[in-house]
């Protein structure tokens, strides 16, 4: 069986298990620098995202990765298509800037944060309808593991649903955006943020994870059906779907 990255190494000094020590430095500039870095087109592919859900309504979501919470605060302002949603991530600075935007758009009821490991989830199997992760799965210290969980805990008929970073399949279109994601992007980051590594990590981990029909095969090698790729933007973000 094919088993997939376990992302174990160190990239810029970070290794991908202790990636969420680097979120904890960044998480009062996180939310800002996507918008600027993505030019606002994070908002546009998590907005795809919420369409892909499971049909009905009052579905329950799991997000992990969830950093500041902003894919759940997504699907809470789209109607009353998701009932309630569970974050987890484990940067506690992140979910701590998480709650407070939770609380300040009154939603502590619908919205749940919660530090934990997405490959050990702690829960019972088959307990939700939709599991989203939104450019969180590179930093997952074992893939295969962590989709496999994913799989348990969803649903008969459950959806994963899973944004990325992948390559523009255009030469001349990867070319410029490997440009900007190398040079530009990370000096911008590393100057708002503060902190010089964690922009070359990112980077380093978006060109080398798999993407488009290799990472389609890891879900599939997880269990997944009906799997899909959505290229986003000439293909620098993808969307990955899956049902259980």
């Known amino acids: 069986m094919r088993q997939g990255p376990t992302q174990t190494q ?3 000094g970070t290794s991908v298990a202790e990636s969420w020590k680097m979120f904890d430095r960044i998480a009062g500039r996180y939310d800002v620098l996507n918008r600027v870095l993505s030019f606002r087109r994070d908002v546009a592919w998590r907005r795809f995202l ?8 009052g579905l329950k979501v799991l997000d992990l990765a969830t ?3 902003d894919v759940l605060l997504g699907f809470a302002a789209a109607g009353d298509k998701v009932a309630a ?3 987890v991530d484990k940067s506690a600075k992140m979910l701590e800037l998480g709650r407070r935007k939770v609380e300040r758009r009154g939603l502590t009821r619908a919205v749940t944060l919660l530090r934990g490991d997405a490959s050990a989830l702690g829960v019972r199997g088959e307990s939700f309808d939709a599991a989203t992760m ?10 295969p593991e962590t989709l496999r969980e994913i799989w348990r805990v969803l649903k008969p008929k459950g959806r994963v649903l899973i944004l990325e970073f992948s390559l523009p399949p255009n030469r001349i279109i990867r070319g410029l955006y490997l440009f900007y994601f190398r040079n ?3 000096r911008i980051g590393a100057f708002v943020s503060g902190d010089r590594h964690a922009y070359r990590y990112l980077n380093r981990t978006a060109e080398e994870f798999p993407h488009g029909e290799a990472f389609c095969s890891i879900l599939r090698d997880a269990g997944f ?3 899909r790729a959505h290229p986003l933007t000439f293909g620098v973000a993808t969307l990955y779907e899956g049902n259980k």
């Open 50 to 57: 919420y369409e892909r859900l499971p049909d009905g309504c």
């Open 184 to 186: 530009v992007l990370t």
């Open 67 to 69: 950093g500041t919470g």
């Open 85 to 87: 949603g569970v974050g």
């Open 134 to 143: 939104a450019f969180g799965i590179r930093n997952v210290a074992n893939v």
């Open 10 to 12: 160190s990239i810029t």
């Open 225 to 227: 059906k009906n799997v």
